[in-house]
């Protein structure tokens, strides 16, 4: 077995999106995850995936042939320049605009960008402001 390496965050370990054209939500999330630094994780027949974000076709066995709701996922920016260019990114390839970047009421320096997914799923990306991380990241590798 090939060794591999993955980051996780504390929360979530995986989230499964079951969308209706995965070619149009392949590329929408491939531009998006470019702008995030997020690198692509790998396809195969029928998915893609990135970190903790799995998108299939309704034919996956782990759909069982059911499109997912919509949902509101949030990714971390590291700075308001990349919400910015999420925002950009998003609606140049394939994504509808939700809530234009700019700073929101939730708590001081919140700075978010929303935009729809082909399915219609809210997906946001958010910078929380001046803050210091221990790590970027879990690094599990096995």
């Not at 590291?78 to 999420?86: G, I, L, N, Y």
């Not at 708590?107 to 929380?128: K, Q, R, S, T």
């Amino acid at each position: 077995m090939e060794t591999q390496e993955i980051h996780r965050g504390r929360l979530i370990d995986h989230i499964q999106l079951v969308v209706r054209d995965l070619p149009a939500s392949q590329k929408f999330y491939a531009a998006v995850f470019e702008v995030l630094a997020i690198p692509m994780g790998g396809t195969g027949e029928g998915y893609f995936w990135a970190d903790e974000l799995f998108v299939s076709t309704a034919d996956s066995e782990a759909a069982q042939g059911v499109l997912t709701g919509r949902h509101h996922l949030a990714f971390q920016a590291r700075d308001r320049a990349v919400v910015d260019a999420f925002h950009k990114a998003a609606l140049a390839n394939g994504g509808a605009d939700n809530g234009g970047p700019g700073e929101r009421a939730y708590h001081p320096g919140y700075y978010a960008a929303f935009v729809l997914d082909p399915d219609g799923n809210n997906i946001e990306a958010v910078h929380h402001g001046a803050a210091q991380r221990s790590v970027p990241s879990v690094k599990i590798t096995f």
